[in-house]
Each structure stands twice: as structure tokens, then as C-alpha cells.
């Protein structure tokens, strides 16, 4: 499984960091860094499905 972020929908609330910091990094104002394709350790994948629901700006999206 991958995550990835369109930055152009990133509004920086910094949310999925704040839930799942192990995956969603950030930069120092908040905006997501993860880029595309960030993998995503095995085990954390319930994980990573929290952190993109919770983005507000739908910024997140999930690769298998």
C-alpha cells in the first residue's frame, strides 16, 4: 500500500500528522511533504486509511 498528496489540495491543518505521524510527515507550516507513493510500513495500514479520511481537503489518497 501507498499514500499519496495532490499539494494543491493540502490546506496545511496538519491533521493526519497529528494522527499518524509514523506516515504523514509535514512540512514546517503543516503542508503534507509525503509526496507520491510513499510506501507504507506493513502493519500500519488501518493506520493509513485513518489519516486519509480524516484529511478535510480530501489532499490523501490511498495506492494499492
Do not use: W, Y
Not at 493526519?16 to 503542508?31: E, H, K, Q, S
Not at 507513493?37 to 480530501?58: H, I, N, S, T, Y
Amino acid at each position: 500500500m501507498k499514500v499519496s498528496v495532490d499539494n494543491s489540495r493540502c490546506s496545511g491543518h496538519a491533521r493526519c500528522n497529528a494522527l499518524v505521524p509514523v506516515i504523514f510527515t509535514v512540512d514546517d507550516v503543516g503542508f503534507s511533504d509525503i509526496g507520491e507513493g510513499k510506501e507504507v510500513p506493513a502493519g500500519l495500514e488501518d493506520e493509513a486509511r485513518f489519516g486519509v479520511a480524516a484529511c478535510p481537503e480530501q489532499a490523501l489518497r490511498i495506492e494499492q
